[in-house]
Antibody, heavy 120, light 106 residues
Framework: EVQLVESGGGLVQPGRSLKLSCVAS????????MNWIRQAPGKGLEWVAY????????YYAETVKGRFTISRDNAKNTLYLQMTSLRSEDTALYYC?????????????WGQGVMVTVSS | DIQMTQSPSFLSASVGDRVTINCKAS??????LDWYQQKLGEAPKLLIY???SLHTGIPSRFSGSGSGTDFTLTISSLQPEDVATYFC????????FGAGTKLELK
């Protein structure tokens, strides 16, 4: 069974940093591209970042480019999101999601999400 | 940026009904439109990708159609477990989500 479990969220002050993790199981992690997607309270979903299976291709939403870094450790089956210079508008539930192998811009499995609250 | 207009926002239907949900793109998105289902307190679940490809394990009562700017998700015979919010996602140019359709049982 495919499982994605996020962790690392919490309350953080504006301007500070936070690192999210997503541990994958039930599939060969190194074969799949991965994504971070977020949902602000009461708002719609927003794609944040993508990393290919071997980390050769990395893409970011304009809203986080230069502040967030996506990375992965295939030996540990873990996806990361390093978030710096956090702003109140980064407050959201952050999901990690697996890309389909046949259509990498579609996401077939999602974690339950981890909440990040940016507030003083 | 591409805008997605999803309708209706809210839908009430009976078990066994045929249900349709629509998404209209502000410009041509070719076939790059997915449909997701999200139940309260759960992560989104992929139903259909690239307009009409049924994701593995999804019941055949779900189907997708359309091209260019107009797309439709159809549930051929509504079941109680289909109560959820449904949203579309275009990924032809960047990513844009529809605002969602909340489906409830009448």
């Amino acid at each position: 069974e495919v499982q994605l479990v996020e962790s690392g969220g919490g309350l953080v002050q504006p301007g500070r940093s936070l690192k999210l993790s997503c541990v994958a199981s039930g599939f060969t992690f190194s074969n799949y591209g991965m994504n971070w997607i977020r949902q602000a309270p009461g708002k719609g979903l927003e794609w944040v970042a993508y990393i290919s299976s071997g980390s050769s291709y990395i893409y970011y939403a304009e809203t986080v480019k230069g502040r967030f870094t996506i990375s992965r450790d295939n030996a540990k089956n873990t996806l990361y999101l390093q978030m710096t210079s956090l702003r109140s508008e980064d407050t959201a539930l952050y999901y990690c999601a697996r890309s389909l192998r046949v259509a990498y811009r579609s996401w077939d499995y999602w974690g339950q999400g981890v909440m990040v609250t940016v507030s003083s | 940026d591409i805008q997605m207009t999803q309708s209706p926002s809210f839908l009430s239907a009976s078990v066994g009904d045929r249900v349709t949900i629509n998404c209209k793109a502000s410009q041509n998105i070719n076939k790059y439109l997915d449909w997701y289902q999200q139940k309260l307190g759960e992560a989104p679940k992929l139903l259909i990708y690239n307009t009409n490809s049924l994701h593995t394990g999804i019941p055949s009562r779900f189907s997708g159609s359309g091209s260019g700017t107009d797309f439709t998700l159809t549930i051929s015979s509504l079941q109680p477990e289909d109560v959820a919010t449904y949203f579309c996602l275009q990924h032809n140019s960047g990513y844009t989500f529809g605002a969602g359709t909340k489906l409830e049982l009448k």
